[in-house]
């Protein structure tokens, strides 16, 4: 009588929808970006205009920066479908739940993540990061973001019924991100001082893929604990 | 079952055909709602198991999810999407859907005027009714209904009973938690109280 919705086009319905949803809310949805500008805008306010000196610090500052800039919508991956009950329907909706919390994840990181790659050659540029350098930057920026909302969402999904869950959510997920940020500012030092990232690149790819295949299930675990 | 400290449920059978209305009722706080979501599987019981077509439903929750449609405490809208937009993308995620019948449906419910605004804008009893639109859309066999008349106008609540009969019609099956007995025509609906 009626045709089911596949699974992956139910995933494209479910990253469409976010995507929408985040529109309507696009202060809200650059919360992140701006955060982000504005820490590494201040770092050569705080420490020197020195470029040369600035540059030692340069993969750090941007990375901490990126990290918690990246922290800071997580709190509301599955908030907002919690409060308003469409979280009960999508639990019952007879599609994999995983695959749904990959979509989520996917919109949320296009959302939050991709627009700090974007512009992350400008504010590197700003810390005196090299032209060459630059497309680390981006790479290791991209991995990294890629793996904290993927993390991210296992804590967003645990901390969902709580009022206060944001701390304990910064608590459960930047411990898990630790890895992913030695790597990463490790990434771009190397590449500042013209040395070839791969490794640390390589390492970070793979904590991703890790992390994407096996955090869909724990948040699909800790989403139906969460909804009872 | 428990809610907190308190024992709510205990020693609850329930059988239902097709073609049956189940109509829970007791009063505030006997736990309605906890055996409703017991039963759609979003609460697991502490001891007993909940099947469906004689397999129990924690075997294949996905299998269940697609023969279900349940209208829990809240609507499940988005408020900022048009009552379009929620059918399109609630049900779109459940089974392949044309525009016609989301207007056909949001017609059947006396929503169409409404149908391009957003839910934040509409009015308390305009959101049950597209959350209803969205059980009927949604087109599975059991529906588990909590509390479906609240807010509704009495034209809205005849218009979901005559929903309701029409689906148990059509050899549906119906779970109702309600405070007032669902008057569906040509079909008894066992009544369950929970003391």
């Known amino acids: 009588?009626?045709?089911?919705?596949?699974?992956?086009?139910?995933?494209?319905?479910?990253?469409?929808?976010?995507?929408?949803?985040?529109?309507?809310?696009?202060?809200?949805?650059?919360?992140?970006?701006?955060?982000?500008?504005?820490?590494?805008t201040l770092f050569p306010l705080a420490l020197s205009p020195e470029l040369g000196e600035l540059r030692q610090l340069a993969g750090g500052a941007l990375w901490v920066a990126a990290l918690l800039a990246a922290l800071l919508g997580l709190e509301f991956l599955f908030r907002s479908d919690h409060i308003d009950g469409t979280l009960e329907q999508l639990l019952l909706s007879g599609q994999p739940?995983?695959?749904?919390?990959?979509?989520?994840?996917?919109?949320?990181?296009?959302?939050?993540?991709?627009?700090?790659?974007?512009?992350?050659?400008?504010?590197?540029?700003?810390?005196?990061?090299?032209?060459?350098?630059?497309?680390?930057?981006?790479?290791?920026?991209?991995?990294?973001?890629?793996?904290?909302?993927?993390?991210?969402?296992?804590?967003?999904?645990?901390?969902?019924?709580?009022?206060?869950?944001?701390?304990?959510?910064?608590?459960?997920?930047?411990?898990?991100?630790?890895?992913?940020?030695?790597?990463?500012?490790?990434a771009i030092d190397m590449a500042i001082h013209g040395d070839t990232a791969r490794g640390p690149l390589l390492l970070l790819a793979a904590m991703l893929v890790l992390a994407v295949t096996l955090a869909p299930f724990a948040a699909a675990a800790a989403l139906r604990i969460s909804a009872e | 079952m428990w809610r907190g400290e308190r024992s709510v449920l205990s020693g609850l059978s329930v059988d239902a055909a097709a073609g049956d209305c189940v109509h829970v009722a007791g009063p505030n706080g006997s736990g309605k709602t906890t055996l409703l979501r017991v039963?759609?599987?979003?609460?697991?019981?502490?001891?007993?198991?909940?099947?469906?077509?004689?397999?129990?439903?924690?075997?294949?929750?996905?299998?269940?999810?697609?023969?279900?449609?349940?209208?829990?405490?809240?609507?499940?809208?988005?408020?900022?999407?048009?009552?379009?937009?929620?059918?399109?993308?609630?049900?779109?995620?459940?089974?392949?859907?044309?525009?016609?019948?989301?207007?056909?449906?949001?017609?059947?419910?006396?929503?169409?005027?409404?149908?391009?605004?957003?839910?934040?804008?509409l009015s308390a009893g305009q959101r049950r009714r597209l959350a209803i639109a969205r059980v009927i859309l949604t087109a599975t066999p059991l529906w588990i209904l909590d509390e479906p008349f609240t807010n509704l106008d009495s034209a809205g609540v005849q218009c979901v009973t005559d929903l309701i009969a029409k689906h148990l019609d059509a050899g549906g099956t119906a779970l109702i938690a309600s405070h007032h007995a669902p008057a569906v025509p040509r079909h008894a609906a066992h009544r369950l109280d929970l003391a």
């Open chain 1, 1 to 40: 009588m009626t045709a089911r919705t596949g699974a992956m086009d139910a995933v494209w319905l479910m990253y469409r929808r976010d995507l929408v949803l985040a529109f309507r809310h696009w202060d809200q949805a650059a919360q992140p970006v701006v955060f982000f500008a504005m820490v590494t």
């Open chain 2, 39 to 121: 039963l759609a599987g979003l609460l697991t019981p502490e001891r007993g198991i909940v099947t469906w077509q004689g397999r129990p439903i924690a075997a294949d929750r996905e299998a269940y999810g697609a023969a279900l449609s349940y209208l829990g405490h809240s609507d499940g809208l988005k408020p900022e999407f048009t009552a379009r937009e929620n059918l399109a993308f609630e049900v779109g995620l459940r089974r392949r859907l044309s525009a016609s019948a989301i207007d056909s449906v949001l017609s059947r419910v006396a929503m169409t005027d409404s149908r391009d605004l957003p839910a934040r804008s």
């Open chain 1, 97 to 186: 739940l995983a695959l749904m919390a990959v979509a989520k994840v996917a919109a949320h990181w296009t959302i939050s993540g991709l627009p700090l790659v974007l512009v992350s050659p400008l504010l590197a540029t700003g810390l005196g990061v090299p032209t060459g350098a630059l497309c680390t930057v981006m790479l290791s920026l991209g991995l990294g973001t890629g793996i904290l909302s993927t993390v991210g969402a296992i804590g967003s999904a645990l901390t969902l019924g709580l009022r206060r869950g944001s701390m304990l959510l910064s608590l459960l997920v930047l411990p898990l991100a630790m890895p992913a940020l030695i790597f990463g500012a490790r």
